[in-house]
């Protein structure tokens, strides 16, 4: 007979409730689930899960250069028998997912957990991808929490479900998940003994005959997986008003709830494979079937397909967030009217004061080059007022696109300069490889890696370049210099970005380089810096002629109000945001930025 849960997450007498975010409460599942090693790459709504469990005693936390590689060490561990999770955010699963698709024929030796934090409303994401249709591709199980005990609990059953059927489990949550706090009840963590690795190279090597074998084991653990689904208590029904039954899952079953409290609903904590009798079971029960869900019509086209009659949201609502309103809209109803606030101030996103990114961009911007980017805080130069970014797709692709508008220009006749620019974390993650194709293919690109020394925009954490590693530890620290003319780049020079001159003589030089050449301009990021700072310039108002050249860094603390009988703008320098940086005094012509002892 299937396990049925939540029995297995039953507190003890010593269980205490804690306020908890739904990625603290996925740690505090792992923890008390008996997990020994959990892998990660930063990535917003995933980052805080990895960062909560360096902190618990027993627990292997690391940050890996990718997705990948961190996926790769979760199953490694799994393998050597101990209970293993890797962390992600949506599109991280896409550079895992070589490993992912595999790993599902193979099993492992103890519970394997890959969490994939969706991100509808692209909040900090590239894309609105649905990664429950992963689950389906790669046939395991998936799980989705509702709120913060819901991914406690989750967790732990996720991890007999991988060791009770020998297979990976995905458990799926979204921003709103994972960053939005309720209460969780702890419990007494587990200490399952660690099981004995033996070879079986019929199961854990996937040449193509033993491959084929496997998946005939996969598809008859699907089936296995369909029949727990239905039986288990993850799914449930809650019955109410039969004139309206409601299916939904995750955050989506919380906005149903409360845009009619009133109507029955059949709520899935486990999504894929869906449980089919109870399904037909619920539909037979109430008038009219509807699923309530974000982004993609996943559950309505598998239920469909099942010959139920369902209802779903309009496609013009597959986009973005889903909130009461929207559930309530999607349901006919008349949604709660809120009064919109008018009142206040625009806030568009901007690189922060003193970033050390903001000059290397406004001396590109400077050069009219045309700037293949890629992901993190820099992304923002794509902005007013330095608009110097033409490609973001995905970690690590800047260099391929550069070499990809380098082999076009030179077809075209284009003599328009070619950079990428990439991060210090993003260039580890996937940048290493797109470098060795530029050499190897005998191409001339210049390549700026912006070296702030942390992992910035998903709250600066570090990576094999800082020489720490997630807990803070010191480490090995890898020298990108030296990683770069191993790949074969000889032309590398770095230079201090707050050093406007430096760096635009730098980025002049390579690109005029008829061969592959790496500028690293390096300076730590400003939100690491804790110590005293000089007192900020000033502006000389009467030397200031209001050319607004300094306003071209986009800082925030340089603000501008017209003057003069033309109205040109002349900057003030907002002294409790200003970090010191000097990179407006060193664009001023006619230096009306000084400071005191000048």
Known sequence: ????????????????????????????????????????????????????????EGIHAQWSPNEKVALDVAFGAALGGVRALASMKHVGLNVAA????????????????????????????????????YARAAKVPMLEPADSQEAKDFVIAAFDISEQFDTPVLLRT?????????????????????????????????????????????????????????????????????????????????????????????????????????????????????VIEELDPFLEQEIAAMGIEVSGKPPAMRLGEMDAGAAAVALGDQPPRV??????????PVLCPGCPHSGVFYVLHKLKAIVAGDIGCYTLSVLPPLETMDTCVCMGASIGHALGLERAFAVAGDERPVVAALGDSTFVHAGITELID??????????????????AMTGRQNHPATGRTASGAETYQLDLEAMCRAC??????????????????????????????????????????????????????????????????????????????????????????????GLCAQICRREAIVWEQQ
């Open 1 to 56: 007979m299937a396990q049925s849960y939540p029995a297995v997450c039953k507190m003890t007498r010593t269980a205490q409730r804690m306020l908890l975010s739904g990625n603290e409460a996925i740690a505090r599942g792992a923890y008390e689930a008996g997990v020994k090693v959990a892998a990660s790459y930063p990535g917003t709504p995933a980052t805080e899960i990895l960062e909560s469990l360096a902190t618990y």
């Open 98 to 133: 070589d490993s992912f698709f595999t790993i599902s024929y193979t099993g492992a030796t103890a519970g394997l957990v890959i969490v994939s934090a969706d991100d509808p409303g692209m909040h900090s994401s590239q894309n609105e991808q649905d990664n429950r249709h």
């Open 174 to 290: 979204t921003t709103r998940i994972s960053h939005g706090k309720s209460l969780v009840r702890s419990g007494r963590p587990k200490s399952p003994r660690p099981r004995r690795f033996e070879r079986q190279p019929a199961k854990y090597v996937m040449v193509p005959g033993h491959a084929r074998l496997r998946h005939v084991v996969v598809e008859e653990r699907l089936e296995r997986l369909r029949q727990f689904s239905n039986a288990t208590s993850l799914n449930r029904i809650e019955m109410g008003d039969t004139d309206l039954g409601i299916i939904a899952a995750g955050v989506a079953y919380q906005y149903a709830r409360e845009a009619r409290p009133d109507a029955s609903f059949l709520k899935l904590g486990m999504s894929y494979p869906l449980p089919d009798e109870m399904i037909r079971d619920f539909a037979s029960r109430v008038k009219r079937l509807f």
């Open 339 to 348: 009064e919109p606030i008018t009142d206040l101030p625009a806030r568009p």
């Open 438 to 455: 530029v050499v190897y293919n005998k191409g001339c690109t210049t390549v700026v890696i912006l070296d702030n020394r942390t992992t």
């Open 488 to 581: 074969g780049v000889d032309d590398v020079a770095v230079v201090d970005p707050y050093d406007l001159d430096a760096t635009e003589q730098a980025l002049k030089r390579a690109i005029a380089a008829r061969h592959p050449s790496v500028v690293i301009t390096r300076h730590e990021c400003v939100l690491l810096r804790r110590g005293e700072r000089r007192a900020p310039p000033h502006v000389v108002e009467e030397a200031c002629i209001g050319c607004g050249l300094c306003l071209g860094l986009g800082c925030p603390a340089l603000r501008a109000a017209p003057a003069g009988p033309k109205g040109r703008l002349k900057p003030t320098i907002a002294e409790e945001l200003c970090a010191s940086c």
